[in-house]
């Protein structure tokens, strides 16, 4: 790796704070400086650094390494009962192979069923996105579900669930219920 971007509220840390790993290579990554002034940090970034956020992020990572292994196991388990459940809907595929897969995400599509309609139907009751995070403000089908094989139509008709370690059984049982009904609704118009 040459460069790794790291957020840290993406292990339940403080937001606003991240890492950059630069890896020293031979000639040297060439990065120029998107604040400057006093050359801290070999030049990269200066200004006060906001040392009770690196420690929020620091203890975040030690908790995210501690519990790794029964998280991942823990938040798998819960993507799947998701999916069995979405999957009785009929028609709703997952996007993506099952396996490897993060543990976290679940990305499907419906037939005959577009995602924003769906997305607009559970919005009041699900945290759910018809795209990926980063890229909400763009009409474009996902650039990754086209690169993976599917048409512009099966891209827009995809939703991506995001788990964690606070979701519980309830509330997936309670998403899986919302959609379908919402799937079944949409189907009737």
């Known amino acids: 790796m040459d ?20 890896a020293k290579q031979d000639p040297a990554i060439n990065l120029a400086p998107m604040i400057h002034g006093g050359g801290h940090e070999r030049g990269y970034r200066s200004g006060t650094l906001n040392v009770p ?4 992020f620091g203890q975040a990572a030690e908790l995210c390494i501690a519990s790794r292994a029964p998280d991942a196991a823990r938040v798998r388990a819960l993507r799947d009962r998701l999916w069995t459940a979405l999957s009785g809907a009929g028609g709703v595929h997952m996007n ?3 396996e490897p897969r993060l543990p976290n995400n679940l990305n499907v599509r419906v037939d005959g069923v577009h995602g924003e309609s769906l997305l607009k ?3 009041a009751d699900v945290a759910v996105s018809s795209g ?4 909400t403000t763009s009409a474009d089908p996902s650039h990754v579900l086209r ?27 309670e998403a899986g219920e919302i959609v379908i009904g919402a799937v079944k609704s949409l189907r009737k118009r």
């Open 96 to 98: 993506g192979p099952r």
């Open 132 to 135: 990926a995070a980063c890229a």
């Open 53 to 56: 956020a690196i420690v929020g």
């Open 121 to 123: 139907a559970i919005a």
């Open 147 to 173: 690169a993976i094989g599917l048409s512009d139509e099966e891209a827009r008709a995809s939703l991506r669930f995001g788990l964690g370690r606070f979701t519980t059984d309830q509330e997936i049982d």
């Open 3 to 22: 460069l790794v971007s790291l957020s840290a509220h993406k292990m339940y840390g403080p937001k606003g704070i991240g890492a950059l790993y630069i």
